[in-house]
């Protein structure tokens, strides 16, 4: 149903869905005591809270609505945590664009988006009392919208030399076959979900898993430490 929304729409974005297996119930009391609502949009916005990257923004406007939580974003922009714990992420595409006229898909980008929103499912999920049920595994999708003939490079870099041509995207939708899962375990290591994710992206495109860039980031990841 989700994924369907995003289909409809007319704007180019990377989508991204996170949905438990079994759904959780958000603990409307608890998010609404002011010390848990400031500590729940302090970790929607600052990065610093999960350690990943931004993936709203930090000035948005945090917004209890029916069935879920938005954080308040520019369109087509959005975050929101559903009361059954799904999270839905969507954002414009120029932040993933790079090169001249900004006509390459940074893949490197794409992967940093995925591992912030499973270290964000991580802390919500699993680490804080705003759900009630039993944890277990999670279903993710993702799909890259008005993208028709854009070309996927891993990682943005001017030292190697990438394939001639390059991939490019064979439609306007490029969608996972099916969505994955990922087992509550394998969240110690968002990492690894967020390459999970992103190869069914990346075979869309004709390449393979291992062109992921998955170790460059990890490398990255030690170097900031």
Known sequence: EAREEVLRGEVGVFWIGIQPEESL???????????????????????RETGGRGVANPYGRMEIR???????????????????????????LW?????????????LALLETAVSLFRLAKRLLFQEDFFRGERGPLLADAALVGVEGL???????????????????????????????????????????????????????????????????RRLERISR
């Open 95 to 107: 932040p993933f664009l790079f090169g001249r006229e900004a006509r390459r898909l940074n893949g």
């Open 151 to 217: 070309p996927l490079v891993p990682r943005a870099s001017r030292d190697i030399a990438w394939p001639d041509p390059l991939p490019r995207a064979p439609s306007d939708l490029v969608l996972l076959t099916r969505p994955v899962e990922i087992g509550a375990e394998e969240l110690e290591d968002p990492i690894r979900c967020g390459f999970k994710l992103v190869r069914g992206l990346f075979r869309a495109f004709g390449l393979e898993g291992s062109a992921v860039p998955v170790d460059h980031l």
């Open 25 to 47: 119930e958000l603990d409307w009391d608890q998010v609404e005591k002011e010390k848990e609502k400031e500590i729940l949009e302090r970790i929607l916005r600052d990065p």
């Open 66 to 92: 029916q069935e879920k939580i938005l954080l308040e974003q520019t369109f087509p922009n959005s975050l929101e945590i559903r009361e059954d714990g799904g999270i839905r992420f969507q954002r414009e």
